[in-house]
């Protein structure tokens, strides 16, 4: 019984790789791409949309304003927000 046991468990352990080696990934989901545009602001490259955190400074701002995009929204905390 222990030799019948034994020999099921290694075939099932040589089967799983193959299986598994067979598997397609799935493409990474395109969402960021779509809500966002790619930008260099302020000497970094940013993925920017409205609503987002900014930087409310004189290069960030001209920047900013480059994508049709202003750093003019303040929350309740203080932090400003892409119009």
């Known amino acids: 019984m222990r030799r019948l046991l034994l020999i099921a468990a290694a075939a099932s352990a040589l089967a799983l790789p193959t299986a598994a080696a067979t598997a ?20 970094e490259s940013k993925c920017i949309a409205r609503g987002q955190f900014c930087r409310h400074n004189a290069r960030a701002m001209k920047d900013y304003a480059k994508y049709g995009l202003h750093c003019t929204r303040r929350d309740a905390n203080g932090r400003w927000h892409l119009t």
């Open 24 to 43: 397609t990934p799935t493409p990474p989901s395109p969402i960021a791409h779509i809500a966002c545009t790619q930008a260099r602001i302020a000497g």
